[in-house]
């Protein structure tokens, strides 16, 4: 029997079958530790699929546990044993560090010489912490050492119980990090793991003895006070759990300050059960996330109404995600002065069996809040350049189609590659897809947006700014801005339409056709809807437009068919 330093690879038919049907997560890598393969099993404990994991090292999984010399002892293992194996904390893609037994096999190819890692593994979290538990009598995070929330809703449970016999009080708090996934983001999962345990100090420590502080989940901490009675005292316990959050930060280094919304909720006021308790408690936070970053908010109704309803919008698009409901239409760009298609811009539509048509003003923010956006940001990318190529084959005059970007998928390098890989997928040319993105989605990380957007110019993809004057970039910020078409929001183009036009509302029109032509930027109308809009943009210089005039949004073949119009007025055969 061969060693595993020099089995050889070349039977692809039985690996494939071994790896496909093994419950084991197995990946091989090359010499320098980027994957090659993986199987299913390993997407089921990462989160990673195929298309996301293989081109990346190894690192990918890096949970920030392990110490350089972990790692060295690991490599020099595989180069003088050609194996290695041991239990190893790593990091899904959602974020949980999870435990594996892993074994590392160096595996050399005798015809070739090419190197292989393969690395087998188990995931024996469940197993470590049931042991845990076994040895120390204690249910606790891992991470933290706070309660978990299994065993912090015993500790309510025994409060409310208590409650009723006394008539005593039960205050219940839920405090969540504003913006936490920024920090993971920015400065990876390490330095997250640092701002939470300083968080989970700074929030015991302001807890008199015998009230309880758990875990519940990434961010979202829970405090049980049984000595309280009345709503105004858990607002001043929450302004001093704020104030802890925020000191927490400063000692884990942030540079911005750290800040958190808390949710309130009293018994019996706000309810007389565990379960109610809770939800009334996270209703209360959602409130508090509506005022703004450290925003306070109790129990109310309505806050319970409308938590309910956004919980069953979340479930309903995780669904459409898995069976991917969603449609494109598409809304074209014309220039005025030729009355020629010169464009389309692909807008997302849900329809729900359940909730009916909803709109994105409805689902975009749920997304967006929940990080489901990326999928769907994804799904839009590949549906429009599939869209593109099949353009491409027709008879048509090649024209952009533009795809929404939102500022999570800004904040992440990897769509510069993904564009790059779908230009390849179905070989079209940088210019037929463009990338729109808002003022607002520059806010969030402008230096890392500016960043992302030079990397899809390099490309040759041309981006546009859209929605211009609705958020933050000054006339004179949009020297700096690696954009080369603005978009001029509705909100300016609609008062054109009034009988006696505002000479201000005329100006500051005027004043971004006139930038944007000294900047060399495409100036785009959007909202067009009468014929006096179309011609005051004209005498201004913009000949670029969107509008119901031009054009509603509409499915791809109805835009192939006003194509094939404009083609024909333009050649004169209409």
């Known amino acids: 029997m061969k060693s595993p330093a020099n089995l050889p690879l070349n039977s692809g038919a039985l690996l494939h079958t071994l790896m496909a049907s093994t419950s084991d997560g197995i990946v091989v890598t090359d010499a320098n530790g980027t994957i090659l393969m993986i199987n299913p099993a390993f997407t089921r404990v990462t989160g990673y699929s195929a298309d996301e994991a293989i081109g990346q090292k190894t690192s990918l999984l890096r949970s920030g546990r392990h110490d350089r010399a972990f790692y060295e002892t690991l490599w020099a293992a595989l180069e003088t044993e050609n194996q290695w194996k041991g239990e190893i904390w790593n990091r899904s893609k959602s974020g949980e560090i999870y435990l594996e037994w892993l074994r590392i096999f160096r595996v050399v190819d005798p015809e070739h010489g090419a190197v292989r890692h393969i690395g087998i593994f188990t995931d024996i979290t469940d197993h470590h912490r049931a042991e845990e538990r076994e040895l120390t009598g204690d249910d606790r995070d891992a991470l933290t050492g ?3 929330r299994t065993r912090f809703l015993q500790r309510l449970e025994a409060a409310v119980r208590h409650a009723r016999q006394t008539g005593a009080h039960v205050g219940l708090l839920i405090v969540n990090i504003d913006r936490f996934r920024r920090i993971n983001e920015h400065f990876g999962h390490a330095v997250g793991d640092t701002v939470l345990v300083s968080a989970a100090h700074g929030l015991r420590r302001r ?8 875990r519940l989940s990434g961010d979202e901490f829970a405090i049980l006070l049984s000595a309280v009675s009345d709503a105004r005292l858990l607002t001043e316990v929450a302004r001093s ?3 802890g959050i925020t000191a927490a930060g400063d000692a884990a280094g942030l540079t911005t300050p750290l800040t958190a ?3 309130l909720a009293l018994m019996p006021e706000d309810g007389d059960t565990p379960d109610e308790l809770m939800r009334h408690a996270a209703a ?3 409130e508090a996330h509506k005022q703004g970053d450290a925003g306070i908010a109790c129990h109310s109704s309505s806050a319970a109404a409308r938590t309910g309803q956004r919980f069953r919008l979340e479930a309903a698009l995780r669904r459409a995600i898995r069976t991917q409901a969603f449609t494109l239409v598409y809304q074209p760009r014309i220039d005025m002065r030729r009355h020629t298609l010169v464009g389309a811009e692909a807008l997302l539509r849900w329809h729900d069996p359940d909730l009916g048509e909803v709109s994105p003003a409805t689902f975009i923010p749920v997304a967006e809040e929940t990080g489901l956006i990326r999928e769907i940001g994804d799904w839009v990318l590949e549906e429009v350049a599939r869209t593109a190529a099949i353009w491409r084959q027709t008879d048509l005059p090649a024209i952009p189609l533009a795809a929404n970007v939102s500022a999570l998928q800004l904040s992440d390098d990897r769509i510069v590659e993904h564009v790059r890989h779908l230009l390849h997928k179905y070989g079209l040319p940088p210019s037929a897809l463009q990338i729109e993105v808002t003022e607002t989605a520059l806010i969030r990380d402008a230096d890392r947006a500016r960043t992302v957007l030079s990397g899809l110019r390099a490309c040759g993809i041309q981006v546009s700014l859209d929605d211009f004057g609705t958020g933050f970039a000054t006339l004179s910020a949009l020297r700096d801005l690696p954009v080369d078409e603005i978009k001029i929001d509705r ?7 009034q009988a006696s036009v505002d000479r201000a509302d005329m100006e500051i029109v005027r004043m971004i056709v006139a930038l944007g032509g000294a900047l060399g930027k495409d100036i785009v109308a959007e909202g067009v809807e009468t014929e006096r809009q179309a011609a005051l943009l004209r005498g201004m210089g913009c000949n670029l437009a969107q ?12 835009l192939m068919g006003q194509a094939r119009r404009s083609a024909g007025i333009l050649s004169g055969q209409e």
């Open 261 to 263: 919304s808390v949710g």
């Open 284 to 286: 209360a936070v959602d």
């Open 146 to 148: 706070l309660m978990t």
């Open 547 to 558: 509008g119901w005039l031009y054009g509603r949004p509409m499915p791809l073949q109805h």
């Open 491 to 497: 909100s300016y183009i609609s008062p054109l339409d």
């Open 207 to 214: 807890l008199p003895a015998g009230d309880a502080i758990a």
């Open 241 to 243: 759990l704020q104030q």
